[in-house]
């Protein structure tokens, strides 16, 4: 992975982590335990998911540029599912609190994106690759009139 890729990478999951923990401190606080317990696995499964998916973008970006857009859409739109699908799923659950754990998805999720998002804006990263093989102006190929 390229460094750039690991900076961004960096630079979402370091905030999302610290929401996680503040979101375990606050959850802990408020239903005990099982709070804290749902917290802390809604932040790993977001860091996860979204670690995961900015992993494929990137490969994606490398190596099929010109799906980069509709893949980063149709990647966003699945991830959100599945996490909604992951909400879903654990809604019933006794092994923690499942309020908590819905909260923090979604926090810890708004966090990753905004930091993505804060991180992209502050890289700076060609969007033309200059030629450096050779040092030569181009030929002019018009017309020597």
């Known amino acids: 992975m390229p460094s750039n890729d690991v900076r961004t990478l ?3 999951a370091v905030p999302t982590a610290v929401a996680g923990a503040v979101a375990a ?3 802990a606080g ?8 749902g917290a802390v696995v809604a932040a790993i499964v977001v860091i996860l998911f979204m670690g995961i998916g900015l992993g494929v973008l990137q490969w994606t970006a490398k190596s099929f540029p010109q799906l980069f ?3 980063g859409l149709m990647l966003y739109t699945a ?4 996490l909604f699908i992951f909400v879903a ?8 609190n499942p309020k908590a754990f819905a909260i923090t998805l979604v926090a810890t999720t708004l966090v990753w994106i905004a930091a993505q998002a804060r991180a992209y804006m502050k890289a700076k990263i060609l969007y033309v690759e200059p030629e450096a093989d050779k040092g030569e102006k181009p030929q ?6």
Do not use: P, R
Not at 79 to 82: K, R, S
């Open 25 to 27: 401190a606050v959850s």
């Open 140 to 145: 002019n190929a018009g017309s020597k009139s």
């Open 89 to 96: 799923s654990f809604k019933d659950t006794t092994m923690f």
């Open 79 to 82: 991830q959100l599912l599945l």
């Open 30 to 37: 408020v239903a005990g335990g099982k709070g804290a317990l």
């Open 10 to 12: 960096l630079q979402a």
């Open 69 to 71: 857009q509709a893949m």
